[in-house]
């Protein structure tokens, strides 16, 4: 939580917001603002719900839930470049307001689980915006939601968003491709048009999140994507525990086809010879195999195929990547303002020449440097030794 606060404050004091700027109404706020205002007014109405059933257990962890999982985690590492560079645009200012509420909020829900800490964040907030008269968030009114302000299909779509995201990265683990490395495309298998919509609607989130360069819908998945299948016994036996033997031999001849049908389909009947039963989805085990070239990962109702084929476009993109973090690092620990502007040379190297030849306008708009170039001998204000692929570079950075 307050690492979080810390992000807003150096940014907020660097652009001069101080939150008493005119309101930008959230219905016309890009739709990540909602989605967290929405998730925010929902955590308010559960924890109001719990502390008022004296359930306080539940309540804690749904504020922690919200600010670790949510907040951090989630809309402000996607939301980071909104707040870097640049005039207050309307797009910048409405990512502070919307920030700046869910601090405040979490600080006044937090108040009675963490009573300094809800309070110390309450009151710098308002030293500046003085929105409140209270002298402490103990003395301020505890939050009330907005119901206008809930969207459940939205919440909906983020969240599948945020597993569809959870997925892919857990495949890069599996290899150990790190997430700096851009790849080319993963292929969902939608079941019906409700899944296909939501996943259309925060395609280029989650493209920017798991840095890939596409995803491809489909509905076929025969040839593309193997799944297996094994009865649930956990489901299928107090209902049918007569016919468990039928059931998984039947179920181990089950064609793809019929998987899919299964997945799709909210029942379906099986002929037990003589006797028709019901099944559902969640009454079979259905998992992925991984194809050559592709991890594939299942959960629940959603497949997801990762193409880990890496090219020479693709690399040189990753190593780019790789040197804008080293960049920034250095000009962490050399303490130079967020608004300093840099030249960079770099130890001239294979690995590097390529990147920097296709890369160095981007590897310059990322570090805020006026040049990006290679050299024999880097020279500098700073020289610093880095490692990428575990290959020792050597990075100079010269503040302008």
């Not at 559960?46 to 004296?54: F, G, I, Q």
């Not at 689980?113 to 505890?142: K, M, Q, T, W, Y």
Request: glycine share 4%.
């Amino acid at each position: 939580l307050y690492n979080t606060y810390s992000f807003f404050a150096l940014y907020a004091n660097v652009d001069g917001f101080t939150g008493r700027e005119e309101t930008i109404p959230v219905e016309k706020r890009p739709e990540i603002d909602r989605w967290i205002i929405s998730l925010l007014n929902t955590l308010v109405a559960d924890v109001t719900r719990c502390l008022e059933d004296y359930d306080p257990t539940p309540a804690a962890r749904a504020i922690q839930e919200f600010v670790c999982e949510n907040l951090s985690n989630w809309y402000v590492r996607l939301n980071r470049k909104r707040f870097w560079g640049g005039e207050m645009t309307a797009n910048k200012l409405a990512a502070y307001q919307t920030l700046y509420t869910c601090l405040e909020t979490v600080a006044l829900l937090a108040a009675p689980f963490a009573p300094f800490i809800a309070d110390r964040i309450f009151c710098d907030l308002n030293a500046v915006s003085g929105r409140h008269s209270d002298e402490s968030v103990h003395l301020a009114a505890f939050p009330k939601a907005s119901p206008a302000d809930i969207d459940a299909e939205l919440e909906e779509t983020m969240a599948l968003a945020q597993q569809l995201s959870s997925m892919v990265l857990a495949l890069r683990r599996k290899v150990s491709i790190k997430v700096r490395q851009p790849l080319q495309k993963i292929v969902v298998p939608v079941l019906d048009p409700a899944m296909a919509a939501h996943i259309e609607a925060v395609r280029e989130l989650v493209m920017g999140e798991v840095n890939v360069k596409e995803i491809e819908l489909i509905q076929n998945t025969a040839g593309v994507i193997t799944k297996r299948i094994k009865p649930n016994f956990k489901t299928l036996g107090p209902r049918y525990g007569k016919y468990m033997k039928q059931i998984a031999a039947m179920t181990a001849e089950f064609t793809q086809e019929q998987i899919a049908a299964i997945e799709t389909s909210p029942e379906t009947v099986l002929d037990m010879g003589g006797e028709r039963i019901g099944v559902t989805a969640a009454d079979f085990e259905i998992s992925s195999e991984d194809m050559p070239g592709w991890l594939v990962a299942s959960e629940g109702k959603l497949t997801v195929a990762l193409d880990i084929t890496l090219t020479d476009d693709l690399r040189a993109e990753g190593v780019a990547r790789e040197l804008i973090n080293r960049i920034q690092n250095i000009r962490k620990d050399s303490g130079f303002e967020v608004t300093d502007r840099i030249r960079v040379e770099i130890a001239d190297c294979p690995l590097v020449a390529d990147a920097v030849a296709r890369h160095a306008g981007y590897i310059a708009s990322q570090t805020l440097a006026v040049e990006v170039r290679t050299a024999a001998e880097p020279a500098g204000a700073v020289v610093a030794d880095a490692e990428i692929d575990e290959q020792p570079l050597r990075i100079a950075v010269t503040r302008v």
